[in-house]
């Protein structure tokens, strides 16, 4: 198992900046797909970002191309998001999701696995 900690949410006026952080704990943190979604009121968790167990692949949500970027660092145990030109339409909760060895790429953008608490982001002049 893995347990999931965000942070780095906040409030930032449109054309900003924010760098999420999710630090994870257990041994096989590094045999993980990890991903970022991201839930508004009324809707369910959406598909943003994902990244292999290596770093080596990524793949982004059409919303999130260009502006986004994940990353990790297996030593630290962490998943980045650094989201840049940021707009309204960006705010929602922002959740890291873990799933087990092997997931092809459609099953890491499903909204299953583990997942940490959320940090809430708020794009807003």
């Known amino acids: 198992q893995v347990q999931l900690v965000e942070s780095g949410g906040g409030l930032v006026q449109p054309g900003g900046s924010l760098r999420l952080s999710c630090a994870a704990s257990?041994?096989?943190?590094?045999?993980?797909?990890m991903g970022w979604f991201r839930q508004t009121p009324g809707r369910g968790r959406q598909f943003v970002a994902t990244?292999?167990?290596?770093?080596?692949?990524?793949h982004y949500a059409d919303s999130a191309k260009g502006r986004f970027t994940i990353s990790r660092d297996n030593v630290k145990k962490t998943v980045y998001l650094q989201m840049n030109s940021l707009a309204p339409e960006d705010t929602a909760g922002y959740y890291c999701?873990?799933?087990?060895?092997?997931?092809?790429?459609?099953?890491?953008?499903?909204?299953?696995?583990?997942w940490g608490q959320g940090t809430q982001v708020t794009v807003s002049s």
């Open positions: 999701n873990a799933k087990a060895p092997g997931v092809t790429l459609d099953e890491a953008m499903l909204p299953r696995g583990y």
């Open positions: 257990g041994r096989t943190f590094s045999s993980y797909a």
């Open positions: 990244i292999s167990w290596n770093g080596g692949t990524t």
